[in-house]
């Protein structure tokens, strides 16, 4: 299936579809067959592409842009076959334009037409670890890029490898007799390839079997692809982008070690805390690995960043009593993370530096068994009753009046701790502090909660409540002076040490800890001061001016 690059710079999606091309069941996924002229042909054509987590059709007409008779953009070297171009044109249908595809990179066009998790990898500096890079993820099912951005836009190497454009990695094979290691490559274009050592013509070959040619499928014809040393492929390639596929993308019988998939929606409101999702690794990859590690691949996703235009900073947190991972803070539509990490329970935290409600999308791959799921980490590490269990409360202490004053949520904040794993601190809890919760939740200023403000501020006081089970590091239902900062952080809210001096004045016990109602208290004054700030800063600049009569208030 050649296909031909047009007169768009969208080399980067050539090389997505030249990759989807090799593998049938992904490239029917995305242009459903049984379509075609004839048979109640209608002039409309049908695809379909992954976006926010679930499959969007996009349907188009057949009317395709030529130029003297010739198509304009892509096209396949075939002048009877079309899907290539009609692809392209549904592809840019969903971008908005053609020229939304001038330039661009084949991560993003991979994601969109595999619904996999995409991801650079960093060539190596010795070559001789090429071949542990790729194995593994060739044998898992995973598409590979790769491209050469150290020269001049469109020109050729020595060796003719053609700056920025993107080509395909298709495998990795060690030929018998006298051993050795070969990347296979792809040039979507088809005409152009590396004339370097191990090329089609190369002397190399020479003392390799026929045999062994023919089992590697060493063709001798300009089709675009041809093989290359790790050495070469190091010196020629600095940028290597990877799609990773799950089982469910892929045939399985063709994958030796396709991941397991788990896919959670969620939605990141600001100032109601971090959404956190538990992740049990409960098998190792290889039972004989005396560390009993498991491989993992997390991606945390904003929606709709093609509608807004708008990336935000974005940040991935595993803990494991301790911070395991934190990635960097960078405005990017998908954050990949991929790590090995011991057997045992974590929580992982997505975070998304923002005052607008986002949705998005948190994939979590494995190698073998594992249990992903919102909320604490486990039900004995439960410190409030669940939101359904929460409503039952509400039902049985506010009665007929369908309203929750402070003294209801005392007396129900009071029995649940109580029954906890924080049984004990509920004497540490005062009908002030929560008074300052119904503040929180209470935009209307009428001193009680409806059933809809009760559970928002259930569900904020849970979430809260699975920091401070994380943070709590002995297990001692209170967070120590060093385990506050970060925990805050957790919450969404960053304090430097002029603040958290403060804080020890004002919120900590004589020993300089919190305590688990002391620490819901915190919370909530913070929030309700930097959301009375936030109103007060009409202008966004950061920077407000009171009066005497709103500082009294």
């Known amino acids: 299936m050649d296909i031909c690059q047009g007169e768009l710079n969208d080399c980067w999606f050539l090389s997505a579809v030249a990759s989807l091309s090799l593998n049938p069941f992904l490239l029917h996924q995305v242009v459903p067959p049984g379509q075609g002229f004839q048979g109640g042909y209608n002039g409309c054509f049908r695809f379909r592409f992954w976006q926010n ?6 349907q188009i007409d057949d009317r395709l842009p030529t130029k003297r008779d010739k198509l304009v953009y892509m096209r396949s070297s075939n002048k009877d076959e079309f ?40 060539v190596p500096s010795d070559p001789r670890k090429l071949g542990y890079e790729l194995q593994p993820l060739l044998q898992k099912g995973a598409l590979i890029n790769c491209a050469n951005t150290t020269g001049p836009f469109g020109k ?32 979507p274009w088809g005409n152009t390839e590396w004339n370097g050592p191990w090329s089609d013509g190369g002397s190399e070959w020479d003392n390799v079997s026929a045999e062994e040619q023919q089992r590697v499928e060493r063709v001798q014809q300009e089709d675009g692809e041809f093989w290359m040393s790790p050495e070469d492929f190091c010196q020629n390639f600095d940028m290597v982008e990877v ?24 939605h990141w409101i600001p100032q109601r805390g971090l959404p956190q999702y538990s992740l049990t690794l409960l098998e190792e990859d290889d039972p004989s690995d005396p560390e009993q590690m498991c491989s993992f691949l997390l991606a945390f996703m904003q929606k709709h960043t093609h509608k807004t235009g708008v990336l935000s900073n974005t940040e991935l947190r595993i803990y ?23 057997l045992g329970h974590y ?25 992903t799921s919102p909320g604490p980490m486990s039900p004995r590490l439960v410190g409030l009753p669940s939101l359904n269990e929460a409503r039952e409360l509400f039902v049985k202490h506010c009665g007929k009046e369908s309203y929750c004053t402070s003294l209801d949520l005392y007396n129900m904040l009071t029995g649940a701790i109580a029954k ?34 009760f559970l928002a501020l259930w569900e904020q006081l849970w979430d809260w409540t699975g920091i401070f089970l994380t943070f709590d590091k002995n297990k001692n239902q209170v967070l120590d ?59 966004g600049k950061g920077v407000i001016s009171v009066n005497l009569r709103e500082v009294k208030t």
């Open 156 to 187: 050729k190497n020595d060796f003719g490898i053609v700056y920025w454009h993107a080509y395909s990695v298709t495998g990795l094979e060690t030929t018998k007799g006298s051993p050795v290691q070969l990347v296979r490559i792809r040039n």
């Open 481 to 539: 002076y060093n385990e506050i900062p970060p925990a805050l952080e957790a919450a969404g809210i960053s304090v430097d040490r002029f603040i958290m001096q403060r804080i020890v004045l004002r919120y900590t016990e004589p020993n300089s800890t919190v305590t688990f109602p002391g620490f819901l208290f915190l919370l909530t004054k913070l929030n309700c001061m930097i959301r009375e700030f936030q109103e007060l800063d009409g202008t």
């Open 83 to 122: 899907w290539s171009a009609l692809l392209e044109k549904a592809y840019a249908k969903l971008k908005g334009g053609y020229s939304a595809l001038d330039m661009g990179y084949p991560h993003v066009a991979m994601a969109d037409m595999t619904g996999g998790i995409t991801g650079g990898l960093r």
């Open 53 to 58: 987590g679930v499959w969007t059709d996009v």
């Open 243 to 266: 799609c990773h596929l799950s089982g469910d993308a892929l045939s399985e019988s063709k994958v030796k070690k396709p991941w397991k998939c788990t896919l959670h929606h969620g």
């Open 320 to 342: 494991k009593l301790r911070p395991v991972h934190r990635d960097i803070s960078e405005p990017r539509r998908e954050h990949v993370y991929r790590g090995r990490l011991p």
């Open 347 to 371: 929580i992982i935290i997505p975070y998304i530096n923002t005052n607008r409600e986002e949705e998005f999308l948190l994939r979590v791959l494995t190698e073998k068994i594992s249990i």
């Open 420 to 453: 906890g794993v924080f049984a004990g601190s509920e004497k540490q809890l005062n009908l002030e502090q929560c008074k300052s919760f119904v503040v929180l939740m209470d935009n209307q200023v009428k001193g009680r909660l409806d059933l809809m403000e």
